[in-house]
């Protein structure tokens, strides 16, 4: 079993910056892909950004531009850059990791993420 420790979340003004870290334990030589989702309220949890063992990654469009994922391999941890944060970012962010494909086998508690003047 693969278990999260996430931080960073918080409230932002528009325009402001949040870094998100996920740390992974457990069974993480399986892990393949982790990445974050986010989901806000009334609408279905949405892929963010991914990251691969080989440091490949993929963001929403949404996204693109303004975030930034990385990763640790060592310390199987990884994180979201968040800039120019607008109000419609405003979710609960997810970490997430798979075997395979996208990051959808293996969740993390969630974080809030309220960007807000």
């Known amino acids: 079993q693969v278990q999260f420790v996430e931080s960073g979340g918080g409230l932002v003004q528009p325009g402001g910056s949040l870094r998100l870290s996920c740390a992974a334990s457990?069974?993480?030589?399986?892990?393949?892909?982790m990445g974050w989702y986010r989901q806000a309220p009334g609408k279905q949890r949405e892929l963010v950004a991914i990251?691969?063992?080989?440091?490949?990654?993929n963001y929403a469009d949404s996204v693109k531009g303004r975030f930034t994922i990385s990763g640790d391999n060592a310390k199987n941890t990884v994180y979201l850059q968040m800039n120019s944060l607008k109000a419609e970012d405003t979710a609960v962010y997810y970490c997430?990791?798979?075997?395979?494909?996208?990051?959808?086998?293996?969740w993390g508690q969630g974080t809030q993420v309220t960007v807000s003047s």
């Open positions: 997430s990791a798979g075997r395979f494909g996208v990051p959808t086998e293996y």
């Open positions: 457990g069974s993480t030589f399986a892990i393949w892909t």
């Open positions: 990251i691969t063992r080989g440091y490949t990654t």
